[in-house]
DNA sequence: ATCCCGCGTG
DNA sequence: CACGCGGGAT
C-alpha cells in the first residue's frame, strides 16, 4: 500500500542501485514463516509481555549481549524498577551500578534507559508514546529499538531491520547489501498489522535458522523453497564490521573505572589508576594523564564526576559515579 | 579470535 | 558517514 508494491526493487538503476524482487506469492512465504514461528520458537520472558517497559529493557539490553544472558538480568531490572517512573526516581550511579554487575557492558545505555524512563514521565506523562516515529524521540531509541518496541508491545510497528533481517533477506531473496533496500524488502514482506508476530518471526528466523553457518534442514527452515542461498549453496552474508580487540582497549579500562567506582564509591585518582592497571605509574606512559583522558570522557558521557574532596584541606581529586 | 536483536555524537 | 562503546561465552 505504501510504495512499490510486491514487485521490489527501485526499478531505476541510475546510482547503481540493484535489481531485485520479491516471490509472487507473498502470502505463502509470509504464512509459511508464521506457521513456523508459531510451531516452535524459543521461550523469552519479554515474549509475554506486552508492557512497552518491559520490552524497551529487554530491547536495550538485547543490542549487546547474548539473549540468554539477558533473561537474568531482565528479571532482576524489572524487580528492582518495575515502572518508569520508579527507574526515573533511580539514582544513575545505581542504574549504572546494576548493568555493570550484570556485566551487560556499555554503561551509556543505562544511562540512556534512565533518561528514557524520565522523559516518558516527564515528556509522555507516564505513557509511552504508540507510534515508531515518537519512540524514537527516547534517548537510545533509534529506528531498530523503535519499531521493536512499537511491534512488541503495541502491535504498531514497521519492519524491524537488523543484522538478522539482512542475513536472511540476503540470502533468501538476493537483496543487495543495502540499507535502503533492506528496509524496503523487509517491509514489502511483512503482513500489514502483524508486525509483533512477524517481528519476532523473522529474527526468530536469523536466531536460529539462518545463522551465519546455516542449519537450514536441522530447524525446519520455512523458506527454504524460495531461497537462493540454499539453492545455490553460497550462504555468503553481508559483512558485519568487525570490532577491535577488546583487550587492552579502552573500553576495557572505562569498564574497570566504572566497576571499581561501583565498589569504592569514591576514590583518589592515583588510587584508581593502580586499581584498573597493574602498570599503572603516576608519571609513566600510562599516569595521570593517560587516566585523566579516560576520565574525562567518563566524565562527557555524564557516567562519572571529578570532584574535590569532600574532607580535609587536600588538594587531590577523587572520582565517582554520577549520581 | 569471533560473536552478540544499535545508537549518539563529531 | 565514521567512530567509539563491554565483556561473557564459545
Same mark, same amino acid.
Given at each position: 500500500m505504501s510504495e512499490s508494491d510486491?514487485?521490489?526493487?527501485?526499478?531505476a538503476d541510475t546510482d547503481g542501485g540493484e535489481e531485485w524482487t520479491l516471490p509472487d506469492d507473498l502470502e505463502s512465504v509470509q504464512e509459511a514463516l508464521i506457521a513456523w514461528y508459531e510451531g516452535d520458537h524459543r521461550e523469552f520472558p519479554w515474549r509475554r509481555t506486552d508492557d512497552?517497559?518491559?520490552?524497551?529493557?529487554?530491547?536495550?539490553?538485547?543490542?549487546q549481549t547474548q539473549l540468554d544472558r539477558v533473561v537474568s538480568a531482565w528479571e532482576a531490572?524489572?524487580?528492582r524498577w518495575p515502572t518508569t517512573a520508579e527507574l526515573a526516581d533511580a539514582d544513575r550511579a545505581d542504574v549504572v551500578g546494576f548493568w555493570t554487575d550484570h556485566s551487560l557492558g556499555y554503561n551509556n545505555r543505562a544511562k540512556y534507559l534512565h533518561e528514557a524512563a524520565a522523559q516518558v514521565e516527564t515528556e509522555y506523562d507516564g505513557e509511552f508514546p504508540t507510534e515508531p516515529d515518537e519512540l524514537q524521540e527516547l534517548m537510545g531509541v533509534g529506528p531498530y529499538t523503535a519499531n521493536a518496541v512499537a511491534s512488541f508491545a503495541f502491535n504498531n510497528g514497521d519492519a524491524v531491520v537488523d543484522t538478522n533481517v539482512k542475513r536472511v533477506t540476503y540470502r533468501t531473496f538476493s537483496i543487495p547489501d543495502d540499507d535502503a533496500?533492506? *528496509?524496503?524488502?523487509?517491509?514489502?514482506?511483512?503482513? +500489514?498489522? $502483524? =508486525?509483533?508476530?512477524?517481528n519476532n518471526a523473522i529474527m526468530e528466523l536469523g536466531g536460529v535458522a539462518c545463522t551465519q553457518t546455516p542449519r537450514c534442514d536441522e530447524v525446519g527452515?520455512?523458506?527454504?523453497?524460495?531461497?537462493?542461498?540454499?539453492a545455490s549453496g553460497d550462504f555468503t552474508a553481508p559483512d558485519?564490521?568487525?570490532?577491535?580487540?577488546?583487550?587492552?582497549?579502552?573500553?576495557?579500562?572505562?569498564g574497570r573505572v566504572i566497576g571499581t567506582l561501583r565498589e569504592y564509591d569514591e576514590l583518589e585518582l592515583d588510587t584508581l589508576g593502580h586499581?584498573?592497571?597493574?602498570?599503572?605509574?603516576?608519571?609513566?606512559?600510562?599516569?595521570?594523564?593517560?587516566?585523566?583522558?579516560?576520565?574525562?570522557?567518563? *566524565?562527557?558521557?555524564?557516567?562519572?564526576?571529578?570532584? +574535590?574532596? $569532600? =574532607?580535609?584541606?587536600?588538594?587531590?581529586?577523587?572520582?565517582?559515579?554520577?549520581?
Open positions: 510486491g514487485d521490489g526493487g527501485a526499478g512497552p517497559y518491559e520490552i524497551l529493557v529487554s530491547e536495550v539490553m538485547s543490542q531490572f524489572l524487580e533496500a533492506f *528496509e524496503s524488502a523487509a517491509n514489502d514482506l511483512m503482513p +500489514d498489522g $502483524e =508486525s509483533r508476530v512477524w527452515c520455512p523458506w527454504r523453497e524460495w531461497c537462493g542461498a540454499y558485519v564490521p568487525t570490532q577491535p580487540s577488546f583487550e587492552g582497549s579502552r573500553r576495557q579500562f572505562r586499581r584498573i592497571r597493574v602498570d599503572y605509574a603516576p608519571g609513566g606512559e600510562y599516569g595521570r594523564e593517560w587516566l585523566t583522558g579516560l576520565l574525562t570522557d567518563l *566524565e562527557d558521557d555524564g557516567l562519572v564526576d571529578i570532584d +574535590d574532596p $569532600e =574532607s580535609g584541606a587536600e588538594d587531590e581529586l577523587v572520582a565517582r559515579l554520577r549520581r
